[in-house]
Structure formats: C-alpha cells, structure tokens
C-alpha cells in the first residue's frame, strides 16, 4: 500500500500544494499573502495536470521506424498549462497592481480593515 501511495507522490505533492494555497487564501487579511496562496495554487493545478500527461502503455501518434518502445507523453497538458501559465502571470500581476491601488487609497494591505475603512465611508 505504501509503495502503491509513493508511486502517485506528484499527486499527494499536487493536492497538498492546492491545500496549502487555498488555506492560506483563506486564513489571511493581508492581501500579498491571499495572492502568495492564490499563486501556490495555480502551481499545484499545473503539477497536477503535467502528471496527468504522461500515458502508461500508449503509442504515440507518430512513430519513427525502431522507436516503438518508447515512452509517450501526451503533449495536450503541457501546451494547455503553458496557456494557463500566461494567464495566471497577467491575473497576479493585475491583483498587484489592485493591491498597489488598495494601499494608495487606504494605508493598509489587511482586508478586513479595508473593510471597515469602506462602510465608514473614508
């Protein structure tokens, strides 16, 4: 069972990555820290998916003639995250540049405080 477990570790890594992100976008006020967790996030998503890539007793689309023992890796994953990379680049980058705003405008990075600042109406 053990071996069974250790043999799938980039899964166990993956799900405690997304674990550890989602807690601490959760547990935090200050705004740096939710989109530190955010980005942890994101990094597990992408393990997860390039792990998923890899086909155990599959042929690839193209073979070259003495070369049918080779390892396929599906490369649908990988162009995928590589899209999903990007994106996540420009999503971090605006939610800096949200919180480079929020701290203009209010002095603080903590959420909850920022909070109490907009119902009073400061």
């Known amino acids: 069972m053990i071996h069974e477990a250790l043999s799938q570790y980039n899964y166990i890594v993956s799900s405690t990555l997304f674990l550890i992100g989602l807690y601490t976008m959760i ?11 955010l980005n942890i996030m994101d990094t597990s998503v992408f393990l997860f ?3 998923m890539g890899s086909v155990e007793g599959g042929r690839a689309p193209i073979v070259i003639p003495g070369a049918e023992d080779v390892v396929y890796v599906n490369p649908l994953p990988q162009a995928l995250i590589l899209t999903a990379i990007v994106v996540a680049v420009s999503v971090t980058a ?22 109490e600042l907009r119902e009073r109406g400061t």
């Open 49 to 51: 998916f390039i792990s």
């Open 27 to 37: 547990t935090r006020r200050n705004l740096l820290k939710k989109i530190i967790g």
């Open 94 to 115: 605006f939610a800096l540049a949200l919180t480079i705003r929020l701290y203009e405008d209010y002095g603080t990075l903590d959420a909850d405080r920022i909070r």
